[in-house]
């Protein structure tokens, strides 16, 4: 869930603010891309290439930054690169 920059009401995902009807969808296209780059972040781990789980995280925690997100680099910051 986010909130509209403009007005601050919660948004279920729509892609207009019920409040003040603001376009959201460049947000919420942005907090999808965010979400994919961390699935990707978690295949790349699972296939052991640290590496590029980091890159992965690294992009996600840029677009969309969470305390998941943040919890996540720190453990791939502490494993060791083959």
Do not use: W, Y
Request: hydrophobic fraction near 40%.
């Amino acid at each position: 869930m986010i909130r509209c920059p403009v007005c601050r009401a919660r948004n279920k995902g729509e892609s207009v603010c019920r409040r003040c009807l603001s376009d959201l969808t460049d947000i919420l296209t942005v907090e999808a891309q965010a979400d994919f780059a961390m699935t990707r972040a978690f295949q790349n781990l699972q296939d052991g290439n640290i590496a590029q789980a980091k890159k992965q995280c690294a992009h996600a925690c840029r677009m969309k930054r969470t305390e998941f997100g943040e919890i996540f680099s720190a453990f791939l910051d502490d494993c060791v690169l083959p």
